[in-house]
């Protein structure tokens, strides 16, 4: 007697036995490749800010030290981005130096003022104060050049001086954070 029951799980066996057979035959015939690309892109900054001269106040003999535009402690930096463009500038800076002893909260005074140069020599006397600490200014002023724009980078200057106020404060050391943001149009 012949049994109907027909045993489809020995029929999936031997079925994939034959597939793996068949896989590992055919497979030295066939090639399988894989491309891997590794991109590297070095791209110059449109705008880049260096430290010329750090702000020094000096040391202090009087109540009230003032750094004007020209003097030596004056803060400089120099800023490079095509000539055409602008500049936002926006610096935040603390209305006190806080004394560094964590056990005291004397602090000093600050105001601090800003001016930049932007005809293409590092000239304090050519230098226009900013409005408070904020503004906007072309990389390279252009007025009075007749010849055609040409995209190169140049150099504008950013200068930091002011005033601070010791009087009644003791001795020591004392900090602030001053922060420069520069945005790039």
């Known amino acids: 007697m012949i049994s109907r029951h027909f045993n489809y799980k020995l029929l ?16 030295p ?7 891997f690309l590794r991109i590297e892109l070095d791209v110059e900054s449109e705008l880049n800010a260096h430290n010329i001269h750090a702000l020094n106040f000096g040391f202090l003999q009087e109540d009230i030290s003032e750094l004007n ?6 803060g400089i930096f120099s800023i490079a981005g095509y000539k055409g463009n602008y500049i936002n500038i926006n610096i935040n800076a603390p209305e006190y130096l806080v004394h560094s002893s964590i056990t005291s909260d004397n602090r000093i005074l600050l105001d601090l003022k800003a001016a930049y140069a932007n005809r293409g020599v590092e000239d304090h006397t050519t230098a226009i104060p900013l409005s408070g600490l904020s503004g ?6 252009r007025s009075g050049e007749s010849r055609p724009y040409n995209p190169t980078m140049e150099h504008s200057w950013l200068y930091l001086y002011g005033e601070i106020n010791t009087a009644g404060a003791p001795e020591g050391r004392y ?3 001053v922060t420069i943001r520069l945005e790039y149009e």
Do not use: K
Request: aromatic residues 14%; proline residues 0%.
């Open 175 to 177: 900090l602030g954070t």
């Open 12 to 27: 999936f066996r031997v079925a994939f036995g034959m597939a793996l057979c068949l896989m590992a035959i055919a497979a």
């Open 69 to 74: 535009l020209g003097d030596n402690g004056v």
């Open 136 to 141: 906007r200014y072309a990389v390279r002023d």
């Open 29 to 35: 015939f066939f090639t399988a490749s894989a491309q």
